[in-house]
């Protein structure tokens, strides 16, 4: 992926989220993608902080939507590597980063959630 692809994948994940359209952004990710966010342990009470499977992350996102209305992202960068992407961005002035290591077709198959204090 170049930086230019990578910025409009940002754009657009950035752009669903500010919808609040859980189904747009679960379009970029595999049936059985892993997700590991400190946010899991206080939306789903999983102590793992690992979500599995889009189900899984459908539930855990409209959930924390539901306790986050004034949820809106702002982007700052974006990092490429291989396979991988690093979205920085600010929500509500908190920074954080989202990686999304894609799989051969493409989805995401394994994401974190990076929180600033």
Known sequence: MTHDEA??????WIADWN????????????????????LVVSVTG???GV???RDALRDYWT???????D??????????GVDAIAI???NAGRRAT???????????????????A
């Open 7 to 12: 910025v409009a994948w940002a754009e657009r």
């Open 19 to 38: 919808r609040r359209d859980v189904e747009a952004v679960l379009a970029h990710f595999a049936d059985d993608v892993e997700f590991c966010s400190p």
């Open 71 to 80: 949820l809106h992202f702002d982007l700052d960068d974006v990092n490429v």
């Open 46 to 48: 999983e102590p793992s």
């Open 98 to 116: 989202e990686v999304a290591v894609f799989g051969t077709d493409g989805q995401v198959a394994r994401g974190w959630g990076l929180y600033g």
């Open 51 to 53: 979500v599995r499977g």
């Open 63 to 69: 959930r924390a939507l539901a306790e986050r209305p």
């Open 88 to 90: 920085h961005y600010r």
